[in-house]
Each structure stands twice: as structure tokens, then as C-alpha cells.
Nanobody, 115 residues
Framework: QVQLVESGGGLVQPGGSLRLSCVVS????????FGWYRQAPGKQRDLVAT???????NYADSVKGRFTISRDGANNMVYLQMNSLKPEDTAVYYC?????????WGKGTLVTVSS
């Protein structure tokens, strides 16, 4: 099994920054893809960004140029640097990791962007 634990969420003013962290543990040697999703109140869970084992990245159009996903393979960490935050970025952010048809999820961390 694989466990993921997110941290770094909180309240931030519009235009501010936050960095989310995700520690990945367990049977991690086979994992190929890592990512962040988010779910705003009353809405579906949407892709934010993904990063593959070869460090290829992909971003949702809504966060391109503002968010950066990265990983530290040696320490089994995945990060999401979020800059120029907007109120519409408010959501629970989930870390995910997977290989093939299997995906593992963390429990999420809440990000609130408000003045």
C-alpha cells in the first residue's frame, strides 16, 4: 500500500503564495506519476498539475504560469508552489500517486484565498 499526507494549506490573501507538500510512503518503488487535484465546495475534483518519474509536467490551463509542481525522489516528496493566488483557487487540494490503473490519494489540505 501507499500512503500520502499533504500539508501546507491555510488562509492566504489574494496575490499571495503557498507551498503544499506531500510525503509519500509505503510501496513506492513502482510509482510512476504524481499529481495534485483540487475540489472546490459543490464542484467536482479537478486536475491541477501532474509530474511523471522523468519529471515531465502538465498543468491545468487555469494555473499555468502561477503554480509549479516538483518532486524530490530521494525524500519521497511532492510539492506544489502556488503564486499569485486568486479567490477561485480556494479548494481542498489532494496529492495523488499512481502507476497503471491504480491511483492513491491523500486526505487533502484546505487552501482558502480571501481578504
Amino acid at each position: 500500500q501507499v500512503q500520502l499526507v499533504e500539508s501546507g494549506g491555510g488562509l492566504v490573501q489574494p496575490g499571495g503564495s503557498l507551498r503544499l507538500s506531500c510525503v509519500v510512503s509505503g510501496r513506492i518503488f513502482s510509482l510512476y506519476r504524481f499529481g495534485w487535484y483540487r475540489q472546490a465546495p459543490g464542484k467536482q475534483r479537478d486536475l491541477v498539475a501532474t509530474i511523471l518519474r522523468d519529471d515531465t509536467t502538465n498543468y491545468a490551463d487555469s494555473v499555468k504560469g502561477r503554480f509549479t509542481i516538483s518532486r524530490d525522489g530521494a525524500n519521497n516528496m511532492v510539492y506544489l508552489q502556488m503564486n499569485s493566488l486568486k479567490p477561485e483557487d480556494t479548494a481542498v487540494y489532494y496529492c495523488t500517486a499512481g502507476v497503471g490503473a491504480t491511483d492513491y490519494w491523500g486526505k487533502g489540505t484546505l487552501v482558502t484565498v480571501s481578504s
